[in-house]
């Protein structure tokens, strides 16, 4: 369950103050879907890192209830850019969030092993990150966050990077993850057809400072088409609320 | 160049060039006082070695070389690595970096030799003195330039400790450019060791300084190639270490 209320967040740097999100309210309950959309710099990612716990709300409050009991974390996050740790082979990788003590080696690489094979990467233990391509990397940065088993997974527009056809199929995977694990999803991400494709419910945030702009349910039956002809007024009306910058 | 052809080039050039040095005294162009033929240099190194002189000064230059490596790179890489985390100790040390820094690890030769005389501590002194300002610097740049993404890594999966990103991320991270900067003061530290010795610690360079008074050239030779071959040797065996520890890099 995660709830926002009147969350804002401001930055000092260099003694100015920049105000990226103000007045943001937002309940998420378990197992649900969310992906956010918004244009470049509306504060997508730092909304992320307010719920990751990684930087404290200048306003409002972010209650986040989440178990961490064991080995497990709360909260989750798979980057962008995967961020893999270069020196650590796969296992290595997959297994970073277990290493707090609570856990032994040998379970912890059983966990990495059954993350790996979750997201459809067995035999790929002993491998280096630059061994791979962009989307067999950020399918090992998945099973880096899934292997820790959070109730709240956070993408960071963690498909942006790789092709089409790749994208595509990440996305059926992470459809069908989500539907077996019923973790929370917030995914943050620029593509319209995306978001619609994946979420239980799209908001955007769009201003500056952001602010939530509209919070849309998407209660099309899965497993969904991409070209569903249903979805088309919806996509219509994004596009709208978030003006025509943002079109993918 | 084919493999074959490129070695028996690098040989006969070798061996020109030992043929050109047996020539010059034998032909009598240069004195062999002054430049002892290549031809004496093994007996001269037996003597050496049977003499026991050898294997001495060998054991004690290397304990010198050792103990100065050590003490020199684990106070450079832990102060340089900690300057690296904090600003605030980076600010506080500005000064006196900016005043140590500059000075010549040779120009500080008399206090040490006031500090601790013509002894084997004041050699080490010397050759710490030289390794810690490399290890300092390369351990600082190497800390400041890790991506700050994959420190939030560390964060985000839990690791909020200075300490356990220091473990878990900055240092692996750091690992490539704080190992060149040891390899730079492997190099380093010979040349202390050998200065150092030269002003009369005793060693392999205080050896060898004493065949030259003696104009005894030939053991001269043995020794410069005895420190030549423990600097290749060394120098090779940190390769296959740094190559081993950064297998990651392929």
Not at chain 2, 100 to 108: E, M, S, V
Not at chain 2, 144 to 152: K, Q, S, T
């Amino acid at each position: 369950m995660i709830s926002l209320r009147g969350v804002g967040l401001t930055f000092a740097r260099d003694g100015e103050q920049t105000e990226v999100l103000r007045d943001l309210d937002l309940d998420v309950a378990p197992g649900r879907f969310i992906t956010v959309l918004g244009p470049s710099g509306v504060g997508k990612s730092t909304l992320l890192r307010v719920i990751a716990g990684l930087l404290p709300p200048s306003a409002g409050e972010a209650k986040v209830n989440a178990r961490a009991e064991g080995f497990r974390l709360p909260v989750a996050l798979v980057f962008q850019d995967a961020r893999l740790l270069p020196w650590r082979t796969v296992l290595t990788n997959v297994g970073f969030g277990l290493e707090h003590g609570k856990i032994g080696q040998s379970e912890r690489h059983d966990k990495a092993r059954a993350a790996l094979a979750l997201v459809g990467m067995p035999g790929f233990e002993k491998r280096y990150p630059h061994e791979m391509s962009g989307g067999q990397r950020q399918r090992v940065a998945l099973a880096r966050a899934l292997a820790v088993d959070p109730d709240i997974l956070l993408m960071d527009e963690p498909f942006a990077a790789v092709d089409a056809l790749t994208r595509e199929s990440l996305q059926d995977e992470l459809v069908r993850i989500h539907a077996t694990t019923h973790k929370t999803v917030i995914f943050v991400t620029h593509s319209i057809t995306e978001a619609v494709y994946l979420a239980d419910e799209v908001i955007a945030i769009t201003g500056k400072p952001g602010r939530l702009a509209a919070s849309i349910p998407i209660d099309t039956p899965r497993p969904r088409r991409r070209d569903d002809p249903d979805n088309q007024p919806l996509i219509a009306r994004l596009r709208a609320i978030l003006g025509e910058e943002d079109s993918a | 160049m084919t493999r074959t052809r490129s070695l028996t080039l690098g040989a006969l050039g070798f061996f020109a060039f030992l043929g050109l040095w047996e020539a010059l005294p034998a032909f009598n162009i240069v004195p062999a006082s002054v430049l002892p033929p290549p031809s004496a240099l093994p007996n001269a190194f037996w003597r050496e070695v049977t003499s026991g002189i050898w294997f001495a000064g060998l054991l004690t230059s290397l304990r010198n070389y050792l103990s100065g490596l050590a003490i020199g790179s684990v106070l450079g890489v832990a102060l340089g690595v900690a300057t690296g985390m904090s600003v605030t100790l980076e600010s506080f040390l500005s000064w006196v970096v900016r005043i140590l820094r500059p000075i010549p690890g040779l120009a500080w030769v008399p206090f040490a030799i006031l500090w601790f005389g013509i002894d084997p501590a004041a050699a080490i002194f010397i050759i710490t003195t030289g390794v810690f300002w490399i290890c300092y610097f390369a351990a600082l740049g190497s800390v400041r330039a890790v991506d700050r993404d994959l420190i939030e890594v560390a964060d985000a999966f839990g690791f909020r400790s200075a300490h356990q990103k220091l473990i878990k991320v900055i240092l692996p991270a750091a690992a490539p450019g704080i190992l060149i900067g040891l390899r730079t003061a492997l190099g380093q530290a010979w040349m202390a060791v050998v200065a150092s010795e030269i002003f009369g610690v005793p060693g392999l360079g205080q050896r060898m300084m004493q065949a030259s008074n003696l104009l005894a050239s030939d053991i001269v030779v043995i020794y410069m190639a005895t420190m030549a071959a423990l600097y290749g040797l060394i120098d090779t065996s940190f390769v296959m270490l740094q190559s081993w520890v950064l297998r990651w890099k392929r």
